[in-house]
């Protein structure tokens, strides 16, 4: 063991994420408090059973569980290999002698465990969830090795890393990376895993680090921690690491999106890279028998069936255009000239198609002193439409409808549109507006 790893194995502290000094090696006399939680995970992340000293159990917050708030402690060990929330990567779960581990959290020298039952003085057990553990680790180690190939081949720097429950995301500073970075990012890092390159971790001071080639600088004083992908990637890092590339799995990027000046990055590495592209699969698979095509064909497949859908809307639209013309001839010759030779056709539509709606209006406002007074049974739309020769105002009209059968719209003085928050209102609405019309 070196001098520096002994210095942290018998006085680490604090970390994670966030590099910290580990200790002062240079003043001997530096003592710390009992209390330091001593972290296992730092020299072995492969650690799953422990065994540890309570130092204190005490009650918590209630913490918010499936069925609502449950009671819960806070328990300090005097050494754990349960990592807490920190530097992007989530806390572990697991159990504490009888005890369920709720939450991991990192508070400077202490690490605290919170459980949802009180644990007595002495010792106990830990057992940390590995599946859960080992994705995280698969997906923080696949994050330095993608981090360090933006870095490297295309100068974008990650200024920030979230490791998601379904997908991890690295906000990229710099340039938009074209589809070409990306797949050239994506490419380098799996060459680099297909490598099998090993992953060490390395103390250092910052200046010995910054010597070394350290992808982050860091000002802070004191013994750092630091990542080590070989002939990739050094990067100061409190969090857990697989211990070789392989172990990464591989790595799929998913998506690219601007957040405020950065790049957000999606992807996926490992056991979830595998889920994604099987969950990708069946899907297609699932569109293949919709469509009735091979996988290949469906580009092809679905540019057709847009083609198809563009023209139906077309030729819908003219139908229903043609409907309109002859169904407000019809409505208009129906209907008396009333006082001032007004046309008035007040109807509540039902079983028609909505798109009906505005030409049929539109139509019938296009006869001298003609005013539609239109309602969508089904759905409460309503349009009002007059010849500028009828001189109504049916903005007012529509203000006054509205005002005792509620909804939201507007419009000018010879055309408006609402919807009835209350479609059952529709026959007594166009009554309504029937009688203020005439009025
Ligand atoms: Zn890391």
New binding site residues.
């Given amino acids: 063991m070196t001098e520096a790893k002994q210095e942290l194995t018998q006085r680490s502290k604090r970390s994670d994420g966030e590099p910290r000094p580990l200790a002062r090696p240079q003043n001997p006399h530096v003592k710390i408090s009992h209390m330091a939680t001593h972290r296992l995970y730092y020299d072995d992340s492969y650690l799953q059973n422990f065994e540890a000293r309570v130092l204190s159990c005490s009650p918590a917050e209630p913490v918010q569980g499936a069925s609502g708030p449950q009671s819960a402690w806070e328990v300090l060990l005097d050494q754990t290999a349960f990592y807490p929330a920190s530097?992007g990567?989530p806390n572990d779960l697991g159990v504490l002698g009888e005890a369920v581990v709720l939450d991991v959290r990192d508070e400077g020298d202490e690490i605290a465990h919170i459980i949802d039952r009180e644990l007595p003085p002495g010792s106990v057990k830990g057992c940390v969830n590995w599946p859960r553990r080992f994705d995280h680790m698969q997906q923080?180690?696949g994050?330095?090795l993608l981090s360090a190939m933006f870095q490297e081949r295309f100068g974008l720097p990650t200024v920030s890393f979230h490791l998601g429950a379904e997908l991890c995301t690295i906000d990229l500073r710099g340039q938009e990376p074209s589809s070409s970075h990306l797949l050239g990012a994506q490419r380098a890092a799996n060459q680099a895993i297909f490598e099998d390159r090993p992953v060490n971790v390395r103390y250092g001071t910052a200046e010995q680090l910054a010597q070394f080639g350290v992808r982050k600088q860091v000002e802070r004083e004191g013994l750092l921690r630091a990542?080590e992908i070989e002939s990739a990637d050094l990067?100061p890092?409190g969090?857990t690491?697989v211990k070789s590339t392989g172990q990464i799995g591989v790595i799929l990027l998913r998506g690219l999106s601007k957040v405020r000046q950065d790049w957000r990055v999606e992807f996926a590495c490992g056991g979830r890279a595998e889920r994604l592209a099987t969950d990708d699969f069946a899907q297609l698979r699932g569109l293949t028998t919709a469509l009735s095509c091979a996988v290949e064909e469906l580009p092809a497949s679905v540019d057709k069936l847009v083609v198809e859908r563009d023209a139906h809307f077309k030729s819908l639209r003219s139908a229903l255009q043609q409907l309109a013309e002859a169904k407000a001839a019809q409505l208009v010759a129906a209907a008396p000239a009333g006082t001032n030779g007004i046309r008035l056709v007040a109807r509540v539509l039902r079983d028609v198609h909505p798109e009906l709606l505005l030409p049929l209006a539109t139509e019938i406002a296009k006869n001298e002193r003609g005013v539609a007074l239109l309602v969508l049974e089904e759905s409460g739309q309503l349009v009002f439409a007059q010849h500028p020769s009828a001189g109504k105002d049916l903005s007012a009209v529509l203000k006054k409808t509205l005002a005792t059968h509620p909804g939201k719209g507007g419009g000018s003085k010879d055309f408006v549109r609402a919807k009835l928050m209350d479609p059952r209102a529709s026959a007594a609405a166009v009554e309504l507006a029937k009688e203020l019309t005439l009025a």
């Fill in positions: 530097g990567q923080h180690t994050q330095h990542i990067q890092c969090g690491h």
